[in-house]
């Protein structure tokens, strides 16, 4: 069964970078794994507080779409989230496609 990835980047506050680093692992990765999803890949330029990830599901866009949702709308994603508020100065998403 093919997978879909989704890439993900995050300007993060620099002055919030070690908590956000301490609670995405802890916190956000173990509640999407719940709804289906893996992470593939993560990166972070410390130097400019950019944090990079990939997290795919099985199945097509559409499907990635479908669970995609259903995390959104969850009360799992509502107490994953409290807390972290204001961490991010802009998120780019996006579904990508892998070539290499």
Known sequence: ???TVQLRRYDVKPHLLDDFLAWWPARLVPARA???FTVESAYLNRETAEFTWA???EGD???FRRLEQLWMDSPER???FEGI???NDSVVIALVEKLV
């Open 85 to 87: 508020d204001g961490w």
């Open 78 to 80: 509502t107490v994953v």
């Open 1 to 3: 069964m093919p997978r």
């Open 55 to 57: 997290v795919s599901a």
């Open 34 to 36: 719940e709804f289906g």
């Open 61 to 63: 866009a559409d499907e």
